[in-house]
């Protein structure tokens, strides 16, 4: 009895151990899939938005979707929505191997950093637009 369920429990065992590898060689070559929530968002979502959100705006979430129109050195670029213009910073770790030309609708995540005589947005996260 003793060596039938050991027999089961290793039958069991091998078979998802090769199932997992048999899944690992499948989605080697393939892209990763982004995962969390795509719907919509409340809140900050336009340039403009921002721009108007008052002085007690600083370090809240903004999801904008848009083109950026240029590099100003740097992590530092232009932003556009077709509401307004705002400049973005984007660390070099947060493209995710995305290429971007003004041409390419992108969506950024990040959060607002408001400034004594600036605002602009800190991003987080840079995907293509769906």
């Not at 100003?72 to 910073?89: H, R």
């Amino acid at each position: 009895m003793k060596k039938s369920i050991l027999l089961v429990t290793l039958l069991a065992a091998m078979t998802s151990t090769a199932a997992f590898a048999n899944n690992q060689v499948v989605n080697q070559g393939a892209q990763p899939q982004q995962q969390g929530f795509s719907g919509p968002t409340h809140g900050i979502n336009t340039v403009k938005g921002v721009v108007d959100a008052g002085v007690f705006s600083d370090e809240k979430p903004v999801t904008l979707t848009g083109y950026i129109t240029s590099s100003l050195g740097g992590e530092q670029y232009t932003f556009t929505d077709g509401s307004g213009t705002i400049t973005v910073e984007i660390d070099h770790d947060k493209w995710f191997g995305l290429q971007a030309t003004p041409n390419t609708k992108i969506t950024i995540q990040g959060e607002i950093d408001k400034e004594l005589n600036h605002t602009q947005i800190d991003v987080d996260h840079v995907r293509l637009a769906q």
